[in-house]
């Protein structure tokens, strides 16, 4: 990535700051937690009850995969062109809630489109424009992190920020269950929750527009350089780059084939699903929480990271090999619990890590939405490789394993982030 010298920060007025108080940090939450309600609910359970309606038994796997990854790549483009928008938007309304407010408005169409869409290609599009409209919220919402939140606040906030994605999992699950009569209801209800909570955050975030005279130019050659920032100048934000790459590649296995894990390897399919998928994310929802505020606590009051990233890759590690054990429910509950353990504690901690070594805080969207890209490209790499190791028998030991080794390869990257303990 080409830098330049940083233009100084927008000056925030004292009135807003002061306005903002201790209401930023709890509609920042609120905002996290609403934006992961609506852009989980597809990949969770949603996407696999349309796919089955549009397709049919026969192809679904093949099918979702291919819906699942289209999307992804939609989000891996977002991510990091979002965050540099976002650092270099000049309107009055400000450079951070310009995209509170049309992320939100652009997810809510996408997920309009999987709910009311009857064919393969309206599924995709749907998907595309949720994973990008919900990826500029999110990563919008991680910037006034960053910018707004006082760093001895920061580690207590991130912590609980951290769960945002296994609860919301869980909330999205429960719409399902409970909506699933209603294939528009079940994806236009997340969303709406959604858009409630950015539309909070953007009633007390202090922001300002970006100073245009000190921008640097941004065209064709600058977007693309916006998705690189070499690892030779700054090995310690590669590192933890890669050491997120590979704790996802193991979280998401489990979270891209869960509703189909729990009806062909489990056994619970027809219209027993649903609940059981339900029953299955809450308790991953659980694990996440309890351990996002037990890490987040004990980062504020150790000052250390590692170790406790470290703690939640070995969970994730253990809870995929549990899952290779057989195939009873109680023993993937088991192994979900242990996901949602790794996924609330390190998704708590790797936000405030990756804080301390990002390359120019003063373009934090930007540098984010390449960091995100750790989480999106699983996420379009999984159902590539995934539907071959499964095949059509239904064989998801070999994955389990396949991820239990990339959450190993997580541990042993988090050595390469030198200046963090």
């Known amino acids: ?36 309600v609506a852009v989980m609910s597809p990949p969770t359970v949603s996407m696999a009850l349309r796919v089955r309606d549009v397709v049919g038994e026969g192809q679904r796997v093949s099918t979702l995969s291919t819906v699942l990854s289209v999307g992804a790549f939609a989000a891996a483009i977002a991510s990091p062109l979002l965050g540099a928008l976002s650092d270099r938007t000049t309107l009055r309304f400000g450079k951070r809630r310009t995209w509170l407010v049309i992320g939100p408005l652009v997810g809510l169409t996408g997920l309009a489109c999987i709910g009311l869409g009857d064919t393969v290609w309206l599924l995709v599009v749907g998907w595309v424009l949720a994973q990008a409209g919900w990826s500029g919220t999110l990563m919008a919402a991680q910037a006034v992190l960053t910018e707004r939140i006082d760093p001895g606040m920061r580690g207590r906030v991130s912590g609980l920020m951290g769960p945002a994605m296994p609860v919301g999992m869980v909330a999205a699950t429960l719409l399902v269950s409970l909506l699933d009569s209603s294939p528009a209801l079940m994806l236009l209800v997340p969303g709406l929750i959604g858009v409630a909570g950015a539309i909070s955050l953007v009633a007390v975030v202090p922001d300002a527009p970006a100073d245009k005279s000190a921008l640097p130019a941004f065209g064709v050659r600058e977007f693309f350089s916006s998705f690189y920032v070499n690892p030779r100048r700054y090995p310690a934000y590669a590192w933890a780059f890669a050491s997120r790459f590979l704790m996802f590649s193991g979280v998401f296995i489990i979270l891209t084939y869960q509703t189909y894990i729990v009806s062909d390897r489990v056994g619970y399919g027809g219209d027993s699903t649903a609940g059981r998928v339900f029953q299955s994310t809450l308790l991953l929802g659980a694990g996440s929480v309890a351990a996002s505020l037990l890490f987040g606590m004990l980062d504020d009051r150790t000052g250390r990271l590692k170790p406790w990233l470290r703690l939640a890759a070995l969970a994730s590690a253990a809870g995929l090999l549990v ?10 509950l088991t192994g979900m619990v242990l996901i949602g353990v790794a996924q609330g504690g390190y998704l708590s901690v790797d936000l405030p890590m990756v804080s301390r070594v990002l390359p120019d805080p003063e373009h934090a969207a930007q540098e984010l939405g390449v960091y995100n890209l750790a989480l999106v490209v699983p996420q379009m790499l999984i159902p590539l490789y995934g539907s071959l190791i499964v095949g059509s028998d239904g064989n998801y030991p070999p994955l389990f394993v396949v991820g239990a080794v990339c959450s190993a390869l997580a541990i042993a990257s988090l050595a390469g982030v030198r200046g963090v303990k």
């Open 1 to 36: 990535m080409t830098r330049t010298t940083p233009p100084p920060r927008t000056a925030v007025s004292p009135a807003s700051a002061a306005r903002a108080g201790l209401w930023l940090p709890v509609a920042l939450v609120v905002a996290y937690y609403g934006a992961y």
């Open 323 to 332: 899952m290779c054990v057989d195939n009873s429910f109680g023993v993937f």
